[in-house]
């Protein structure tokens, strides 16, 4: 064993010389440990630093083999603070992670109150990454800076050199000083400038605010508003990409202009913390983004995630030609829980997002990378689920899996009656709680339950006939996910049309310790939730498949599998050639 060990030792360390990196001694130290019995709501596969407060993922990015996760991180304390860095950690398959030193902290009077959210640019030809992020001035003041790698031979650019015309835009007429933040990723148009998108506020109106530049330094902006909202106050964290219209799962790089695509602007309103995204038609030539439906204010607006996700940042990967999308799942207990943990934050799992083919709205999957930390696997077929059934899933670790079901619907004229138009659907699966029957649905899962369902979060469909068709009412109640009373227990909701003809729907779900992301109906909606039970854990924690409708549902086919654990460490003893 120990010759073994040493084979082990020498091929990894070989790796490492000739990987390109520039290291001469490398190790990594595994800190994400998963639930114990002092962290219990600790993740074992989802991305949190070692310690303290996490928000906003920023400039994520794939450079030379490597994949780059920057994000918001106060390295002092587990709540927001007055010194915010960006934190950087890198990694080869976007599951396991390497925390690296912060790459960006106040230094300059551009960015000496804090260094807030932004994104990356790789320029083409040269393959240069650049940063464009918002920094806090000496003034309090919200302005927008450049840094640059300080070697690019460095595949895990671990230093960044900030430009001394620093700061390269500042608060132009109209915009609030300390509402003026937050660049998205860079994109050319045809005739070769440089654009890019800021967010921002005057009064009640949020803007998006367009720039130009020919040499990524000098940025002159449009006087008239990309994008513009009414009575929504601040547009934060914009991003703006293609996606392909023909249905295809492939990615679109970020500056492609042609029929071939449809444009997303994706806007992350503070005052709703939910990230809203728009379909619509682009050109540069005319330098402003129309939406095919405007901002609405109501149930009716499309989102990303339904649950708790915001200040989302996605970018496009070449080698594997996807389009990837990380969100910010915070907290649901208090700051002074936060503090007693030592952390606060998580990121989402990388999810693929493409066009649906129906053209009306995005699909969002969890990258296939995170099927490699499957590992006991347990499957049911023709599993016929009457009116109260509850049937445990048994045989893996219900406190850290992934679960996929596909559900038999019978038939659907007998559902309920729904006008789904005007309706609020987080009102309504707060009211149609998975305990109160229907007559298709409630049916779901019970995800992180203790044995006598004291406790359990409720992932569920309802099936109603709609004037125009069927549509699905995807719940995820976290009303009974705790015995405490101290915790935010929103349930949440959304409404989708359904192809009668499928006769089938389904329902993935990652759970992880106090995390669960639901995907139904193969990732046309996606519900996170955060929750922090009492008897659920570890060990206790049990899962199962439901139906309380008075229609029996067959589970057509269930597959779960426990999750191991990801290698999220630090790196240290390094020298650099």
């Not at 925390?99 to 109150?113: C, Q």
């Not at 203790?450 to 359990?456: G, M, N, R, V």
């Not at 779900?509 to 046309?524: A, M, Q, T, Y």
Request: with cysteine; proline share 5%.
């Amino acid at each position: 064993m120990k010759i073994i060990a040493a084979l082990l030792l020498f091929v990894l360390v070989s790796f490492l010389l000739n990987s390109g990196n520039g290291i001469q001694a490398f190790t990594t130290h595994s800190i994400n440990s998963g639930a114990t019995a002092k962290q219990p709501y600790r993740t074992s596969y989802h991305f949190q630093p070692q310690e303290n407060w996490m928000n906003d993922p920023n400039g994520p990015m794939y450079y030379k083999g490597v994949y780059h996760l920057f994000y918001q991180h106060n390295p002092e304390a587990a709540t927001f603070g007055d010194r915010i860095v960006w934190g950087h950690s890198v990694s080869y398959d976007l599951i396991n992670w390497i925390h690296l030193n912060n790459a960006i902290e106040p230094s300059g009077p551009y960015d000496i109150n804090s260094c807030w959210s932004g994104s990356a640019t790789i320029i083409p030809g040269k393959e240069e990454p650049m940063i464009l992020y918002t920094g806090i001035d000496d003034k309090k003041h919200q302005v927008q800076n450049l840094a640059v790698p300080r070697n690019l031979s460095d595949t895990f650019l671990r230093e960044w050199v900030k430009h001394s015309q620093n700061p390269v835009m500042t608060p132009p007429s109209g915009v609030e000083v300390d509402n003026f933040r937050d660049p998205s990723t860079a994109w050319q148009g045809k005739d070769g400038k440089w654009r890019v998108v800021v967010g921002a506020q005057n009064g009640d109106e949020g803007k998006a605010i367009l720039y130009q530049s020919e040499d990524f330094v000098s940025w002159k902006v449009d006087p008239n508003p990309f994008y513009a909202s009414q009575n929504t106050g601040v547009c934060e964290c914009p991003d703006f990409f293609p996606v392909y219209i023909n249905g295809s799962t492939n990615g679109v790089e970020t500056s492609l202009q042609n029929p071939s695509v449809k444009h997303v602007l994706k806007i992350s309103y503070l005052r709703k913390q939910h990230d809203y995204y728009f379909l619509g038609n682009y050109a540069s030539d005319q330098g402003n983004f129309i939406p095919d439906v405007r901002f609405t204010g109501t149930s009716s607006d499309l989102r990303y995630d339904y649950g708790k996700f915001y200040a989302s940042k996605s970018f496009f990967e070449n080698a594997k030609n996807r389009r990837i999308l990380w969100g910010w799942v915070n907290e649901s207990d208090s700051t002074q829980d936060d503090i007693q943990k030592g952390w606060a934050g998580l990121q989402t799992i990388p999810r693929q997002v493409w066009l649906d083919k129906s053209g009306k709205r995005l699909v969002q999957w969890p990258l296939e990378e995170v099927e490699q930390l499957r590992g006991k696997h347990i499957r049911i077929t023709r599993e016929n689920l009457e009116h109260g059934s509850n049937l445990e899933v048994s045989g893996i670790t219900a406190s850290q899996a992934d679960v996929e079901v596909l559900f038999e619907l019978p038939e659907l004229e007998k559902a309920e009656f729904l006008d789904p138009n005007g309706v609020d659907p987080q009102l309504l699966c707060s009211q149609e709680y998975a305990a109160r029957s229907g007559t298709i649905g409630p049916f779901g899962l019970l995800a992180l339950a203790s044995k006598d369902l004291k406790e359990h979060t409720a992932v569920f469909f309802r099936i109603y006939r709609a004037p125009n068709g069927y549509v699905s009412l995807m719940c995820s109640d976290q009303s009974r996910s705790s015995l405490r009373h101290d915790l935010d227990k929103t349930t949440y909701g959304s409404i989708l049309d359904i192809d009668p003809n499928l006769k089938t729907i389904s329902l993935r779900s990652l759970i992880d310790h106090s995390i669960v992301e639901s995907f139904g109906d193969e990732g046309r909606v996606c519900i996170t939730s955060r929750v922090y039970p009492s008897l659920a854990i570890d060990k206790d924690a049990h899962l199962y498949v439901f139906n309380y409708g008075s229609q029996s549902v067959v589970v057509s086919e269930l597959n779960a599998w426990s999750m191991k654990q990801a290698e999220i460490g630090y790196e240290g003893n390094i020298s650099y050639t």
